[in-house]
């Protein structure tokens, strides 16, 4: 009975973090996206060297615990700041800018292998369509090849976020307060008495979060399928 | 001075040192959560209605919460649970589990999900066309299982396999949170001396890379090694194999 109590009491103060952490999470993806974007663009386009350094850089945030780049976007930063530049300031920077910098560095570069295979999948057929009408390169990126790779690229990237947000809960290792960081809070607060009952509060937050952001993404992707699902029932019309 | 390199050489080979403690958990974590995610997987496969239920509820639960707050979740439970089976027997003792079990049963539940959802596309991966015939010779449920079904879906789980177990040696760095000396651990205990952390966690930070990069290599040889009869390069040139003859005959009929 302990525990029940303790988890309906968690609740609410576990609920308060999550509009903010949803804040920082969509600041995530909009650098996450951009540098993702850019990351394949040097992959696709770029030059040998550009690649090699991409490749190294994918490699390096493929191979390691997110957990190990966080801390080391951490004392890395701190350390740059204080002892290179002599900000003493810099022991003081909020947590979540830590965050910030780590969690878009490593979803730029998963999100990168997605946009790339979603760009190679779209059929050349499309591209050489648009030439034929004297399309500029911008014009054929922008109006055929991107619509169609957004498309694709799309159940693969919201896998992704919503991987993303779950390892969020790793951030309290350097002081961040999500949901799970509240939660430890909270736990060290009663001095472990009642810990499962708070416990099993965040994991049933976290789960209802995630239920959430999968809903939101799958309406996106409907959304963005609209078109393809016209053209279908159209041909369909027209065989039948 | 920004990074101390001096410290960063020092430390290397002891960091290096917790390897095997990282190994262990990955392997413990890797063979319980086959066994347990290929049970699983064969019950969806076979439709057993209790089991597959058990299981689509099992994998929301464990995908949807994150593996830190199962490891916690562990930590603080498993001790209680042990403590009241035991009270409920009878015996009064005071339960103090090692980290490294804490970790295990963490890493091993979250990572069954897994690997269900890998043996279970894997299975399903094997073209109908292989049951039809493995029916249409008599065998038993067993032996096609066994003999044709189980072979091929392996071959075409080695790459999940791959990044699965790349995953999970990824996750077991969380394990220090609940005081495991592997690899994370150890750079942790050495930093905190100094105040060195930048350089220890870059220690680290090698070595995993490091590890990872290896085993890459290594599941990609075996894959190719284990799918030879299913490479184009390697098939006898001029003779046609499998489904498109097959199909194209029982058109003609």
Known sequence: ??????????????????????????????????????????????NTVGNVLVNIYISFIRGTPLLIQILIVYFGLRAIAVNGFGNQNATRWPAALF????????????????????????????????????????????????????????????????DD???????????????????????????GVGAVGIYLAVAALYWLVCKGLDIVFRRVEWGLSKDIRVAQAAVAHQTS | MIFNFEFAA??????????????????????????LGFLMAMARIEQKKFWSGFSSVYIT?????????????????????????????????????????????????????????????????VDSGQWEAAISIGMTKRQMMAEVILPQAFVEAIPNLGNTFIGLIKDTSLAYMVMVMDIMGEARTLAGAGLNYLEAYADAALIYWGLNFLLERLFGIWERHAGVFNRKDVRPAGKTIGRTKVKTAAAGR
Not at chain 1, 113 to 136: L, P, W
Not at chain 2, 23 to 30: A, E, K, N, P, S
Request: with cysteine.
């Open chain 1, 165 to 191: 947000y779950k390892a969020l809960s790793l951030a309290f290792s350097i002081g961040f307060i999500d949901i799970m960081g509240r939660g430890e809070g909270l736990a060290g607060l009663t001095k």
């Open chain 2, 61 to 125: 639960i464990m995908r949807g919460v994150p593996i830190m707050v199962q490891l916690y979740l562990v930590f603080v439970a498993l001790p209680l649970a042990i403590q009241s089976i035991a009270e409920a027997m009878g015996i009064k003792t005071y339960v103090d589990i090692p980290p490294m079990v804490v970790a295990a049963t963490a890493l091993s539940l979250n990572y069954t999900a897994y690997m269900e959802e890998v043996f279970r596309a894997a299975i399903q991966s």
């Open chain 2, 10 to 35: 020092e430390s290397f080979p002891k960091i290096l040192s917790a390897i095997p403690v990282t190994l262990l958990l990955t392997v413990i974590g890797m063979a319980v959560s086959s066994i």
């Open chain 1, 99 to 162: 965050v910030f910098i780590a969690y878009s560095l490593n979803l730029g570069a998963f999100l990168c292998e997605t946009f790339r295979s979603a760009y190679t999948s779209v059929d050349f057929g499309q591209v050489e369509a648009g030439m034929s009408i004297n399309m500029k390169n911008s014009q054929i990126f922008w109006h055929i090849i991107f619509p169609q790779a957004a498309r694709i690229a799309l159940p693969n990237m919201s896998n992704l976020l919503i």
């Open chain 1, 1 to 46: 009975m302990k525990q029940f109590e303790s988890f309906i009491n968690a609740i609410p103060k576990l609920i308060s973090v999550i509009p903010s952490t949803l804040l920082l999470f969509l600041g995530i993806i909009g650098v996450g996206i951009v540098l993702g974007m850019l990351l394949a663009w040097v992959r696709l386009k770029g």
